[in-house]
């Protein structure tokens, strides 16, 4: 607080270029941060959930989405209120998961809370890259079977459009920080409702054509398939609900970028209840109308899986702006990584012109460092994502691994500490086994994906990936 104080004493407190701590006067509302969680949430996640229903069935797959989806706006609820330290309104800022952690939890905490964060970013920039490219490759599939049928099997390989993918966030990834995103995530909300509302219109279409599927009330029992495969399909569905509500690793860059006044707490909160309220009605609509649409064969990513043919040119428009909403929303999770890198950086290497020095072209300005270790991660997770192209078990173990600490542990541990809560108590009694629950849950979600990925692993090639 006191360099805060002393900078505004400085620039004068009615400085209308510079907030309390010395950065550029925030500029974001509610609006702009409801965008930025609906593109964090609404991302690969929702093309999986009809998959997931027809592993657990109507009754449980509905229950595990409402579920996740309390739990997750119960948290961050908790969470909004330690952007700021100690005062929830008046505290100095904290600028990232970590440093909440850190301040109100101490060091050993914040190092396993940067190891849960950052495998999650770089988890969900490697999960986006693989379904951008899976995308591209159903749009040209999705022309070849107009030419040529649907007995043809019209298969692409996967690698020239992960590459082209990766080409197009090299160049996105030299955007300075996150707040010059917002125009990029109101782009990719927009695009996320169009393809979960093509997505929704096809399956009503395939309901109202005749479709009867065989669906379950309970978890259904596959006869294709032992009992200790179907056990494990349903923990990896588990996950992959899971890795569907994760935004809370960029929660606090996301508040980060709100304006002083209303309160950021106040404005976050409004801001995450219209995000996960928004995100989870498309759940709900695209994972049990899909259901609805195709039963317990349902594809493991329903608008590439090619449970939909017609109208073709709907199909690939729907395809296009998973691909354009998934650009943006890259980018939004990749900028904290960006972000925390140069920050160490600048900090270690104060008089280095390389990692320093912003050179301007005309509107542009590049720093040397930037350039280059951005592009070096890009090209790093397309190289993964190229080598480890599995849609469903990839996106279960980065939900199951993550969903536990940074979206109940953390949260509910600062808030037992800033709130005093009496060991023993009622509410210290149920806090603590809403984290146990999910601990067991994470647990068997991750031993599931796990399998699923050495599964895949055995019975694929190496840079060979087929759609």
């Not at 809370?113 to 890259?129: K, M, N, P, R």
């Not at 600048?346 to 590049?366: M, T």
């Not at 790093?380 to 480890?388: C, D, P, R």
Request: include cysteine; charge should be positive; glycine fraction near 8%.
């Amino acid at each position: 607080m006191k360099k805060q104080e002393s900078f505004s004493l400085e620039k004068g407190e009615d400085s209308q270029e510079f907030d309390d701590d010395g950065q550029p006067r925030r500029t974001g509302t509610w609006m702009s941060a409801s965008a930025h969680i609906i593109t964090a949430v609404v991302g690969s996640g929702v093309l999986s959930l009809t998959w997931c229903l027809a592993q657990l069935g109507w009754v449980f797959g509905t229950c595990l989405l409402v579920v996740f989806a309390v739990i997750s706006w119960y948290t961050c609820i908790l969470l909004t209120d330690y952007y700021r330290s100690p005062h929830p309104v008046t505290g100095a800022r904290n600028y990232n998961y970590m440093q909440a952690v850190k301040t109100n939890l101490g060091g050993r905490q914040f190092i396993l809370c940067a190891i849960a964060q950052y495998e999650t970013l770089v988890g969900v920039s490697i999960g986006y890259t693989i379904t951008s490219s899976i995308s591209m490759g159903a749009i040209r599939r999705s022309n070849c079977f107009r030419k040529y049928g649907h007995d043809r099997g019209c298969h692409t390989l996967n690698s020239y459009y992960l590459l082209i993918f990766g080409f197009i966030e090299l160049v996105l990834s030299q955007i300075p920080n996150f707040h010059k995103l917002s125009f990029l995530s109101i782009i990719a909300t927009i695009m996320s409702f169009v393809y979960s509302t093509i997505g929704i219109g096809l399956s009503i279409a395939k309901i109202a054509g005749g479709a009867h599927p065989q669906t379950s009330i309970g978890m259904p029992h596959r006869e294709d398939m032992s009992s200790k495969d179907n056990m494990w399909n349903i923990f990896c569905a588990v996950g992959d609900i899971a890795f569907a509500y994760g935004f809370t690793s960029i929660l606090f860059e996301i508040q980060d970028t709100l304006k002083s006044s209303p309160p950021e707490n106040k404005v976050m909160k409004t801001a995450t209840t219209i995000g996960i309220s928004a995100s989870t009605s498309f759940y709900m609509l695209c994972g049990l109308l899909g259901y609805a649409a195709f039963g317990n064969d349902a594809p493991g990513n329903y608008l590439t899986g090619f449970g939909f043919y017609d109208p073709f040119w709907l199909v690939d428009i729907a395809n296009l702006c998973i691909v354009i909403h998934l650009i943006g929303a890259y980018q939004v999770i990749v900028q904290p990584i960006f972000a925390f890198v140069e920050n160490w950086s600048r900090k270690k290497w104060p008089e280095s012109r390389f990692v320093n020095k912003e050179y301007a072209f005309g509107n542009y300005r590049i720093n040397l460092f930037r350039l280059i270790w951005r592009s070096t991660y890009v090209l790093l997770v397309t190289l993964v994502a190229m080598m480890f192209p599995f849609f469903n078990a990839f996106l279960a173990l980065i939900g199951s691994t993550t969903f536990w600490p940074l979206t109940v542990y953390f949260p509910i541990e600062i808030y037992i500490v800033q709130a005093k809560i009496l060991k023993s108590s009622f509410r210290w009694i149920w806090l603590r086994a809403l984290c146990l629950v999910c601990l067991v849950v994470s647990g068997l979600a991750a031993a599931g994906s796990i399998r699923g990925l050495v599964m895949s692993v055995q019975t694929s090639k190496l840079f060979l990936s087929v759609s």
